[in-house]
C-alpha cells in the first residue's frame, strides 16, 4: 500500500483517493521569466517521477502542471528587454519545455497559463467577497482577510499570533492587517490589465494557482505539490483562498521536495553559485542530472557539487555497463519477484527512491554474474519506471563528451590500429594508444569477443 508524507499531517499517511483507481494531483510549476535552474530541474523530475509511479501503480492520473505567464518578475523584466510580455513568455516556456524534455520529464496531462484562466479568478475573488473574506482598498487592490479564516497556518504550523510577533509595522498600508495578501491589483501605467468588478487590474500570484487547480481538478482532490519554499505563503494562503471560498477540504495530501544547494550553500545569485539547467547540460548528460536528483530522497535536501554529479555519473555508468551486449526485451515488471518486491516497497514508503535505486545495484550485480537475459530485462523495466536506463547502453556510454575529444570514428580506428600494434607484438605502442585515448576520457575494455570503449 502507497504512503505519502502529507505536509498537513506531518506524518506518512496510507494514500487513499477520493475516487478509487484515480487521483488529480496538481503541481505548481514555473514562473516563466528566466530559463529553469537546478531547483526548477528538482521539482520538474521529482513530480514526473510521482506520476511515473502512480500509473505504474495502477491509477488513472490527471496531471496539472501550471505556468505563470503574469506577474511583477514578468513585467519587470520584458521592460527590460523592451520586448513584450507574450514575447518574453513565450521563448522561455519553450525553452522549459525543451531543458525538461532533455532531464526525461514527461509533459503533464494539463498546463494551464494564467493569462486563460482571469475568469476563473474573477470568480473566486467574488465568493471569497461574498463569503467576507475579500475587500476592496482605497487604492483600488482587493485583499484576502487572513483574520477572518480560521484554519490559517495549518499546512507551515504558523499561528496569527506567531506571524504578528513577526510582522513589521508597514508605512502607509492599505491593508486592514499586515497579514493580509493581495488578490486582485489595480492597474498601474503601461501594465497589462484586465476588467474587473473592482476596476481593471491584475491577479495576485496566489490567486492563479486556486483557480487553475479549481477549474480542472475541482473543489476538493487528491495531491499538491510545489517546491518546499512554496509551502508558506504559497500553499497557506491557496488554502485560505480555496477552502475560504468553497467550505470544503481544498487537498488531501500536501507533498513538499526539499531545497537544492550547491557545495552545502544556499543556490543565490549573489554568492555567484546559481545554475541554470541548461548550464549544467553542457558539462553532464542529462540522464546523470536526473539520476542524481533522484538519488536524494525528494524530502531531503540536495546537495550539488561537480563531485556528487561525477559520482552520480559512474553510478550510472556501471548500470549501463552491465546492460552491454545484452538482448533486453522491453517488459513490464514482475512485481512477485525478489528484486522486484523490493523496488515496490520502497517505492510505496514515500517514494524511497535512493532505496529503489540500490535494488537496481544489487539487481545489475547480479546481471554481471549471470549474464541472464530476464535479470537484465527485469532491470531496464524497473528502472524505466523511474525514467532511467532506457537508452541503448553504447549510447550512454560512448555519449559525446563535454567540450570536445575524440569521435566514435577516431576511437574505433585507434582501437584498430591497436589491435594491429598487439599482432605485431609492439606492446608499448599499444599501451601507448590506450594511454591516449585515456588522456581524452576513453577507457578501453578488453574481452574474449573484442575490444569495447566509453567515455570515461
Not at 245 to 258: I, K, S
Not at 310 to 323: E, V
Request: with cysteine; net charge negative; proline share 4%.
Amino acid at each position: 500500500m502507497l504512503k505519502i508524507y502529507n505536509t498537513l499531517a506531518r506524518d506518512k499517511q496510507e494514500f487513499k483517493p477520493i475516487q478509487p483507481g484515480q487521483v488529480r494531483m496538481y503541481v505548481c510549476g514555473m514562473t516563466v521569466y528566466d530559463y529553469c535552474h537546478l531547483g526548477h530541474a528538482r521539482v520538474l523530475v521529482v513530480f514526473d517521477m510521482v506520476a511515473r509511479w502512480l500509473r505504474n501503480s495502477g491509477y488513472a492520473l490527471t496531471y496539472v502542471r501550471n505556468i505563470t505567464d503574469i506577474d511583477d518578475k514578468i513585467i519587470a523584466r520584458a521592460t527590460q528587454n523592451n520586448e513584450t510580455i507574450e514575447a518574453l513568455t513565450a521563448r522561455f516556456i519553450e525553452a522549459m519545455d525543451l531543458d525538461a524534455a532533455a532531464l526525461g520529464v514527461i509533459k503533464p496531462d494539463l498546463e494551464p497559463r494564467a493569462t486563460r484562466h482571469i475568469p476563473d479568478m474573477l470568480a473566486l475573488i467574488k465568493q471569497l467577497e461574498t463569503n467576507g473574506l475579500a475587500y476592496r482598498a482605497d487604492n483600488g487592490d482587493v485583499y484576502y482577510a487572513v483574520r477572518g479564516f480560521e484554519g490559517y497556518g495549518k499546512l507551515s504550523g504558523k499561528s496569527l499570533q506567531d506571524l504578528r510577533a513577526g510582522e513589521r509595522v508597514e508605512v502607509d498600508s492599505y491593508k486592514r492587517d499586515p497579514l493580509d495578501f493581495v488578490l486582485w491589483k489595480a492597474a498601474k501605467p503601461g501594465e497589462p490589465s484586465w476588467d474587473s468588478p473592482w476596476g481593471m487590474g491584475r491577479p495576485g500570484w496566489h490567486i492563479e494557482c486556486s483557480a487553475m487547480s479549481e477549474h480542472h481538478l475541482g473543489h476538493h482532490f487528491d495531491i499538491h505539490g510545489g517546491g518546499q519554499d512554496l509551502q508558506f505563503p504559497h500553499h497557506e494562503n491557496e488554502i485560505a483562498q480555496s477552502e475560504g471560498a468553497h467550505h470544503c477540504t481544498y487537498v488531501n495530501y500536501w507533498m513538499h521536495n526539499g531545497f537544492v544547494r550547491v557545495d552545502d550553500e544556499k543556490m543565490s545569485k549573489s554568492l555567484d553559485n546559481f545554475f541554470t539547467i541548461r548550464e549544467v547540460l553542457k558539462v553532464y548528460d542529462p540522464e546523470v542530472l536526473r539520476f542524481f536528483i533522484l538519488r536524494a530522497h525528494y524530502r531531503s535536501p540536495l546537495n550539488y557539487s561537480d563531485q556528487h554529479l561525477d559520482d552520480a555519473k559512474q553510478a550510472l555508468t556501471r548500470l549501463y555497463t552491465s546492460l552491454r551486449g545484452m538482448d533486453t526485451p522491453s517488459i513490464q515488471p514482475d512485481w512477485s519477484q525478489p528484486f522486484t518486491a523490493r523496488f515496490k516497497a520502497a517505492m510505496d514508503d514515500d517514494f524511497n527512491t535512493p532505496e529503489a535505486l540500490a535494488v537496481l545495484f544489487d539487481l545489475a550485480g547480479e546481471v554481471n554474474r549471470s549474464h541472464d537475459t530476464n535479470t537484465a530485462a527485469q532491470l531496464k523495466a524497473l528502472a524505466g519506471t523511474l525514467g532511467l536506463l532506457q537508452r541503448v547502453p553504447e549510447e550512454f556510454l560512448q555519449g559525446e563528451a563535454a567540450g570536445g575529444g575524440f569521435d566514435a570514428e577516431d576511437i574505433e580506428n585507434l582501437i584498430t590500429e591497436r589491435a594491429n600494434a598487439k599482432k605485431k607484438r609492439n606492446f608499448a605502442e599499444a599501451d601507448q594508444i590506450r594511454q591516449n585515448l585515456l588522456d581524452q576520457g576513453i577507457v578501453l575494455e578488453d574481452s574474449p569477443q573484442g575490444t569495447t570503449w566509453r567515455r570515461q
